[in-house]
């Protein structure tokens, strides 16, 4: 997973999972969402980040 800004500049790269994890599920591993990660972010994600807005403060 990776995070990049306006300017396409990386932000975060994730590490490396082996076999299959779905997006959604890396999301919340990696950002738990007790905390407000994506406040005051406008955020573009695709369909395997369904829920995002609901799960999330954005």
């Known amino acids: ?3 990049v800004n306006e300017k396409k ?3 975060y790269v994730s590490k490396a ?3 299959r994890i779905h ?4 999301l919340n591993k990696e950002f738990p969402n ?3 990660w994506f406040k005051n972010l406008v955020v573009i ?3 395997g980040y369904l829920g995002i807005g609901k799960d999330y403060i954005i």
């Open 1 to 3: 997973m990776l995070i």
């Open 34 to 36: 007790d905390k407000d």
């Open 23 to 26: 997006d959604y599920k890396l």
């Open 17 to 19: 999972y082996e076999g």
């Open 9 to 11: 500049e990386i932000l």
């Open 45 to 47: 994600a695709d369909l």
